[in-house]
């Protein structure tokens, strides 16, 4: 178990900082999931299959897009692991972008 | 309540949701698809492998009676006549129909078709596409055709809380756009459900996040029938590490080796004729029982072993292989960690020939149909099942509708579960209990007392807790603002509808006094001579199951 500094930009310009326990060799999504049940029940955020075909968990991590079922979640190079929507679309609410 | 018009509602939209819609909008009738995540990215289909099937690839000794004879023999007697003779009728033609549409084969090195063996067909008959990820590439093929088609709608983020009927048919549903929070009563001729499946009932399973069995749950409150609720396939070989991966098939077991706690490979003991390559309701049972003997992993499981045909692995099913990879499960070196995970329902909505329920204006495909596959499905038969019975419920729909002079504007439609869920959501403020947690409170019940190995104290036991968790429901605290997507509401409202498809299950597991298929209750561990099918309905209020012969 090691602690994670989480960085999620949400609706509203709103950035949030969370301090999670997060075992090594857990995925982006596993780190969201872990911040909806235990930190923060309002975020919002999108996800099926957690094997890298359904496409709908992509986000920005750390800058970069990518599937959050399939990155592991490990921080950027300021130590934090930086958290967005796509920047294309319009967002309905924090990680989820309008299919 | 705003108010939509439509004629035909289509609830889901996986390859049953889309096939459905698609040749339903080869009539004039206007058809609205809804699916509460994003349309045709968000149902099992997208994991399926391959696809079984007949056409112009299939071997000379391959035929519609010997594909027919595969799936009632792997049914266990519950396998209906009716719907495997629709099956084996009309599956070629589908696949004709998808070939036409633009779905590309895969091909071996001779540029033939690719036609694989697998465990209880007696001959090899699925196909796949893009490289293994064959759902995946029918749902991009019946996209695009629904795109295409003026007469479809589709609609993402609604869930349905609720099938309104009026003159003893359904005629609409009170869904709620999750983008907004907003609700709306959908007036229409006919509903096609096409929900999917249970897995999300477990703690472990293959299946996508949305596969919490909302149709099972609408459908009895409609008054509709479910067969054989009892028969839930746990896919035998499934990882148990990392977490990440809990429940990812290991669609290779039938060529691999399993071994318990000490290095003994026991399908010795339970198949030894086919050994790993048996059904998948055998296997489950037979690794259930190894564990339950306290011969199991670490882990609750048994090691699998592909060492010895990893080159087939890595050519046949090379998306799982890549990505065990990647989560540093070298499956060319080491065993692994195997266990069941929920994989599939073969009971489900009661259906006939063309895919109508016992509802009148209520028709179901795919995975919320039910007694095709009786009480084991075969491989690769998801995927034919859900584009043979959606086409036939979209055209047998929009049949119906047209004979219809018009939707029952101005009909009061009756809703009660709606408007208790709207009202305990409205007054979430004053609530206790978070909704995520009382959905893993059915998993960790399911997972428990309604797994592979069952026993009647169990399953009472499981009734007990339900009953808990469905009075936990009343007081649910939803603390983000209502007047956005809140992932707190679509929890609640699926955690309202898990709670009564758990009691389905429950009950006609209750009702089997027989080991049969993959209902297997150690009180009772023999298969009783004459089959009987379990039928749950709700009536006045009360869930009610009855044993019934040959449907």
Not at chain 2, 43 to 59: D, E, F, K, P, R
Not at chain 2, 261 to 273: A, Q, S, V
Not at chain 2, 342 to 362: C, E, K, Q, R, V
Request: with cysteine; glycine share 10%; aromatic share 4%.
């Amino acid at each position: 178990m090691s602690q994670l500094v989480v960085k999620i930009d949400r609706s509203e310009m709103r950035t949030d900082q969370y301090e999670i326990d997060l075992k090594t060799g857990r995925t982006v999504l596993e780190a969201v999931e872990a911040i909806y049940n235990h930190h923060d029940p309002s975020l919002a955020y999108r996800y099926s299959c957690r094997t890298g075909l359904c496409t709908t968990c992509m986000m920005l991590i750390n800058g970069k897009p990518g599937l959050s079922c399939m990155k592991m979640a490990e921080p950027g190079e300021d130590g934090v692991l930086h958290l967005a929507p796509l920047p294309k679309g319009r967002t309905i609410k924090d990680l989820i972008k309008e299919v | 309540m705003d108010e939509i018009t439509t004629d035909i509602l289509v609830i889901g939209s996986g390859a049953a949701g889309l096939a459905a819609s698609v040749y339903a909008a080869e009539s004039s009738q206007q058809i609205l698809v809804i699916d509460k995540g994003a349309i045709g990215r968000s149902g099992s289909t997208v994991g399926a492998v391959q696809i079984a099937s007949l056409g112009s690839w299939s071997h000379r000794e391959d035929s519609l009676d010997a594909y027919q004879q595969d799936i009632r023999e792997s049914g266990r007697g519950l396998s209906s006549p009716v719907l495997t003779d629709v099956l084996v009728q009309d599956i070629s033609a589908r696949l004709e129909d998808l070939l036409q549409w633009g779905l590309k084969l895969d091909k071996n090195e001779h540029n033939d078709i690719l036609v694989a063996a697998t465990s209880g067909h007696t001959t090899p008959r699925s196909i796949s596409s893009k490289k293994g990820k064959t759902g995946l590439a029918i749902l991009q093929v019946l996209t695009k055709r629904a795109k295409n088609s003026s007469n479809i709608k589709r609609w993402s983020d609604v869930i349905t809380l609720e099938l309104v009927k009026a003159n003893g048919r359904v005629a609409g549903a009170v869904v709620l756009d999750l983008k907004e929070n907003k609700s709306y009563l959908i007036r229409c001729k006919t509903v096609i459900l096409a929900t999917g499946g249970i897995g999300q009932l477990y703690p472990t399973t293959s299946n996508p996040a949305q596969s919490t069995g909302d149709g099972f749950a609408l459908s009895l409150t409609a008054g509709a029938a479910l067969v054989d609720m009892e028969q839930i396939q746990f896919y035998p070989v499934s990882l148990i590490h990392p977490s990440s991966l809990s429940g990812l098939c290991l669609s290779f077991y039938h060529s691999a080796k399993l071994y318990n706690r000490n290095g003994e490979r026991f399908m010795d003991k339970y198949e030894p004729e086919t050994m790993e390559n048996t059904t998948r309701d055998k296997l489950a049972i037979a690794i259930a029982s190894e564990v339950e003997e306290g011969l199991g992993t670490p882990g609750g499981g048994v090691w699998v072993d592909a060492t010895g045909n990893i080159e087939e692995v890595k050519r046949q099913f090379h998306h799982e292989y890549q990505l065990c990879l990647d989560r540093g499960v070298d499956l060319a070196r080491k065993q692994a960690e195997a266990g069941p995970a929920a994989h599939f329902i073969m009971g489900g909505i009661w259906i006939d020939g063309d895919a109508a329920s016992t509802t009148p204006g209520l028709y179901a495909a795919g995975e919320s149909a039910g007694g095709l596959h009786g009480g084991n499905r075969l491989g690769n038969n998801a995927l034919s099942e859900c584009i043979v019975f959606g086409a036939r419920a979209g055209k047998a729909a929009a049949r119906e509708s047209a004979r219809m002079k018009s939707i029952m504007a101005g009909v009061p439609l009756q809703t009660k579960k709606a408007d208790k869920m709207i009202n305990v959501i409205s007054n979430s403020e004053q609530g206790t209990e978070r909704s995520y947690a009382c959905k893993k409170a059915v998993q960790a019940l399911m997972g428990e007392y309604v797994g592979v190995v069952r026993s009647t104290k169990g399953l009472l036991q499981a009734k007990a807790e339900i009953k808990v968790i469905e009075e936990k429901l009343d007081q649910v605290k939803i603390t983000s603002s209502l007047d956005f997507y809140s992932k707190e509401i679509l929890d609640y409202i699926e955690a309202v509808l898990m709670v009564t498809t758990a009691q389905a299950i429950v009950e006609a597991a209750l009702t089997r006094k027989e080991s049969r298929g993959a209902h297997h209750n150690k009180n009772f561990p023999e298969q009783l001579t004459e089959a009987k099918h379990t039928i749950v309905k709700v009536e006045n209020g009360k869930m009610t199951v009855q044993e019934e012969g040959e449907v």
